[in-house]
């Protein structure tokens, strides 16, 4: 017991010292307990197994398909037209939201879910997504306190109402309390994310190494002026040539900046395949050119070649597959002094070159008669692997940021709807329980992937925040130590029996704060587990109704706030909102106990003794 207290002591000093990143300060009080003999090797791994784990690193997934498909920003635009400027409306629509939703779904799925369309609707805003990522979380519990399969404490006390008085438990019976704590914690939050929240996170602009963003890069160079979008009928002279069969920039005095073919068909799986323009692949009917050029010009070259121009600019430029970046000659670099097209971008590095900056004059026509000067930089486009391929010539010029990482910014809209397809089948199995959460989570994962959502493998594991799931795991098997020792009875045995002297409402109140003060250690459902057979057998003594403090218990386990590992929720948004331990404390405690004391006050009320 001493062993488990120490070492229990020492990894909530670690927390809040923040020195250590949470997942290591976990990982040292385990191996500490396995090391000790307090637990065994396979209860202390037994975390890592554990399907809430598991759910965990499989809604990552899912939920970084619903940002990397733009979904997320397309659900937080209509929810920022529903908050319009108004910052507090929006933490309102953030917290009526994700409550609705936690009433049906587990508070892990609700957070996952709803995470990256929060910070989507923070970063359109120009907010500090820190001030709505903790309150996220909270409002993912407090919903679940409002229907019988919200939480899994509500099933638990449920289960042996159920068994003690033979009359079951309605879906809605626990939504008065809970809607009353749910109205009350969003008004306290209201004030307490503002004055500790508010400056945390602050969304960065867009600064790497002197790089632009795509949309800085598209405006700059008037990308989206003259352009036009051309598609090959069936009957066209271009249908089954090449570009170079065609001198268009000397004929028509337009360039080709893209080549797309998209799914137009309406369906639901869409696929969209596109390319820079390459003057040797050949074309087929149903692709669109994307040209630059006068409107007299392109419409001449439509009506020549039979052509279809699309309306304004036919969806403009995408990067799906392909981007575009500036690269800046070295001073001593040896393309000076020739021309564009004597480098042999295109043949050479697959790129390009579709604009050059010089002197604050942008130029964007003749390119390949253009001789490179020294200040000169060079618009690229290409694939987005070829443009980083550019930054190996490290003798010859540099490539401005990251592009590789400017292509993980790029969303796959055209994969939204699938996207919005998966996840609300996801959201029905959890709500109707056809399988179990875990096994519908992770189908809804691989769906993800296989349907395209992701560029690759890789990148859907690059979503994964492996530090909270990490925490959670080693976290978990604490529960084993606190229980095998005697801890947790003795504390919970203790508190309720120094305080049932004073009447059922102060016996109320210590078996409501000892599952809260319990639930910051171990999960809230082993703590509802253990503390129920106690508030029975307390209310049987008092000769007095058992409901109320059946209620307290798993309220007390849900209002668990005031630490990052408390529940997977928690966790979940602790790295996205740049928390560390002392921002629970500051915000979640005084919630924890002020909503605690309502609780204490409106439980009888709803429940009498």
């Not at 596109?274 to 439509?302: C, I, N, Q, W, Y």
Request: proline share 4%; charged share 15%; with cysteine.
């Amino acid at each position: 017991m001493i062993i488990t207290l120490i070492t229990l002591l020492l990894a909530a000093a670690g927390f809040v010292w923040g020195k250590l990143r949470a997942d290591i300060v976990a990982l040292i009080a385990l191996l500490i307990l396995t090391l000790s003999g307090v637990i065994t090797t396979s209860e202390a791994l037994s975390g890592f197994s554990n399907p809430i784990v598991i759910m965990m690193i499989g809604l990552f997934v899912v939920g970084g398909a619903i940002f990397n498909t733009g979904l997320a920003k397309m659900i937080g635009a209509r929810l920022m037209k529903l908050a319009g400027n108004s910052e507090t409306r929006m933490f309102l629509l953030v917290m009526g939201a994700t409550a609705l939703i936690g009433a049906f779904v587990s508070n892990t799925g609700t957070v996952a879910l709803m995470l990256p369309i929060v910070v989507s609707m923070a970063a359109g805003a120009g907010v500090s997504n820190s001030r709505f990522l903790m309150p996220l979380a909270f409002a993912s519990s407090l919903g679940g306190m409002m229907t019988l399969i919200g939480t899994p404490p509500n099933l638990v006390i449920a289960e042996v109402w159920e068994e003690a008085s033979h009359s079951p438990l309605g879906f809605f019976s626990f939504f008065p309390a809970g809607a009353v704590c749910l109205v009350a914690g969003t008004l306290l939050l209201i004030p307490l994310s503002r004055w500790f929240l508010s400056g945390k996170g602050k969304n960065k602009s867009q600064q790497d190494g002197g790089a632009k963003s795509i949309e800085q890069l598209v405006s700059e160079y008037n990308l989206d002026k003259k352009l036009y979008g051309l598609t090959i009928k069936s009957y066209s002279p271009l249908d089954g040539k090449t570009l170079a069969d065609f001198n268009l920039r000397g004929q028509y005095g337009i360039d080709v900046l893209e080549v797309r073919k998209g799914d137009n068909s309406g369906r639901l799986i869409k696929n969209v395949s596109h390319h820079a323009a390459d003057p040797t692949a050949v074309l087929s009917a149903g692709e669109t050119l994307f040209v630059r050029g006068d409107s007299e010009a392109v419409d001449k070259f439509a009506e020549e070649y039979d052509l279809s121009i699309s309306e304004g600019d036919g969806g403009g430029l995408q990067f799906y597959d392909i981007g575009i970046a500036e690269i800046v000659p070295l001073p001593n670099s040896a393309i000076y002094r020739n021309t564009i097209a004597e480098i042999g971008f295109r043949s050479r590095y697959d790129v390009n070159v579709i604009g050059v900056r010089r002197n604050n004059r942008i130029i964007t026509s003749s390119l390949g008669d253009i001789k490179v000067r020294q200040g000169d930089v060079l618009l690229v486009q290409g694939s987005w692997d070829a443009i980083a391929k550019l930054g190996n010539e490290s003798k010859l010029w540099v490539v401005l940021g990251q592009p590789l990482k400017e292509a993980a910014k790029v969303t796959l809209d055209y994969k939204a709807p699938i996207a919005a397809l998966i996840m609300a089948a996801m959201v029905i199995s959890l709500v109707f329980d056809f399988v179990p959460a875990v096994v519908s989570v992770l189908v809804a994962a691989i769906l993800m992937i296989l349907t395209g959502c992701f560029r690759n493998v890789e990148d859907a594991y690059k979503t994964i925040n492996w530090e909270s799931a990490v925490l959670i795991a080693a976290m978990m098997p604490m529960s084993f130590a606190l229980e095998k020792t005697g801890v947790s009875e003795l504390v919970a045995g203790s508190l309720v029996g120094s305080l049932g002297q004073f009447g059922p409402l102060m016996l109320l109140a210590g078996i409501f704060f000892t599952t809260s003060v319990m639930t910051l250690f171990i999960s809230n459902t082993a703590t509802a587990v253990l503390m129920v057979p106690i508030a029975m057998n307390s209310a049987l003594v008092f000769g007095v109704s058992p409901l109320p403090f059946l209620f307290a218990v798993t309220y007390g386990a849900s209002l668990c706030f005031a630490s990052p590992f408390s529940t997977p929720p928690n966790a979940l948004v602790m790295p996205a909102g740049q928390y560390t331990f002392m921002d629970y404390i500051k915000v979640g405690l005084p919630l924890q106990v002020l909503l605690g004391i309502l609780m204490v006050f409106i439980l009888p009320l709803f429940f009498p003794f």
